[in-house]
């Protein structure tokens, strides 16, 4: 996707002028504006932490439980039966094919508490749908970068699993979406995954999707629509202002998908530039956003 274009902000702290984080995890430089300033330590009772910083100092497991809707990790397909086994599914009778479902599951993790597979088979298909447009861009395809900014610590994950039938209930995705080492390792293989990250994107707060990616086998059925509204609901519930991410202008697919859920071009879009020869440089990326309406609760002025 496209999100090296925001870890390209991550990348040039030079550029910027960060602020340092005031929590343990939040240790990544480079947003245009952080958001808030810190005090200048003078307060005897230390204030409590803003939004953003609270919520990216929560353990993963408090994450889930403070703000990821449980009914939305598991979901099923319908599938054809032509779909599974074309062989069997033709009927000399005219019937239309019989449908069953499909079960899938949606773990949440951190950059920390994501298994080092599922590390890897995100990090595969980033490579598989997107190096290209990388490449031909100018960011360029780095391995190495992306790999590092997968580890920045406040990155969480929506990782999509195939439901294990052989696994007995009990274990099921609500128990491994923890993502707190505490459910047993499964063998599915990451189907599709999410990475996101609350944060401050001049200066307001939003919850920013660094990459989306489905194998091409679970494209069109629906799935990235369902990770981008959990998406968006995890930034309703901890409170933020609007979801944003960057696209490339040569996915043409994904811009399409952008724009069915709502996204619009953010006002920090980058503008075309005018070189020092005359020609205007595009910028090959865009920035995306949608407000979260998310209702703050009201002060009362009377209070205090
Ligand atoms: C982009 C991507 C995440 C979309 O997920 P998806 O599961 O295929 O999309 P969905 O099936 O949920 O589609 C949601 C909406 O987007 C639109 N859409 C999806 N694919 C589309 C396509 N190829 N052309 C036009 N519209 C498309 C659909 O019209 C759908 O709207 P509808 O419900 O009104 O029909 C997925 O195709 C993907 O992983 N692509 C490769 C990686 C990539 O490019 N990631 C984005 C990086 S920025």
Redesign the pocket.
């Known amino acids: ?2 999100s090296s274009v925001h870890e390209d902000k991550v990348s040039e702290p030079e550029l910027k002028s960060p602020i340092q984080s005031t929590t343990s995890t939040s240790g990544h430089l480079g947003k245009r504006k952080r958001g808030r300033e810190e005090g200048n330590g003078s307060s005897r009772t230390p204030k409590p932490l803003p939004r953003v910083e609270r919520t990216n100092t929560l353990p993963i497991a408090d994450f889930i439980e403070a703000y990821v809707p449980r009914s939305s990790l598991e979901f099923t397909i319908p599938v054809s039966q032509s779909s599974v086994n074309d062989t069997t599914a033709k009927t000399t009778t005219g019937e239309k094919p019989a449908t069953t479902s499909e079960t899938y599951t949606l773990e949440i993790h951190s950059a920390a508490s994501i298994p080092p597979a599922d590390f890897q088979a995100c990090f595969n ?1 980033i490579e598989l ?2 190096s290209n ?1 990388y490449g031909n861009s100018s960011i360029g395809w780095s391995p190495s970068k992306k790999r590092k900014e997968m580890k920045l610590p406040d990155m969480r994950y929506m990782v999509l699993k195939k439901q294990d039938e052989s696994k007995p209930e009990t274990t099921s995705s609500v128990e491994s979406a923890k993502g707190d080492g505490t459910a047993p390792p499964g063998k599915d293989i990451a189907l ?1 995954f999410l990475s996101f990250m609350v944060t401050y994107e001049d200066g307001k707060e939003v919850i920013y999707c660094y ?4 194998a091409p086998a ?11 509204d959990l998406y968006e609901e995890i930034g309703r519930r901890v409170g933020l202002e609007k979801a944003m ?4 202008k040569a ?4 811009s ?3 724009e ?2 709502g996204y619009e071009v953010d006002e920090y879009s980058p503008q075309p530039r005018k070189l020092r020869n005359g020609t205007i440089k595009e910028p090959d990326y865009v920035i995306l956003s949608k407000p979260l309406n998310v209702v703050k609760p009201q002060t009362n002025p009377d209070a205090e």
Do not use: C, P, W
């Not at 990459?211 to 489905?214: C, D, T």
């Not at 679970?218 to 981008?228: E, I, L, W, Y």
């Not at 991410?245 to 490339?248: A, D, E, K, M, P």
């Open positions: 996707m496209v298909l749908t997107s447009d599709g990459e989306i990616h489905l679970m494209q069109g059925k629906g799935v990235g629509k369902r990770m981008m991410l960057t696209v490339f996915n043409a697919v994904a399409k998908f952008y069915r859920l």
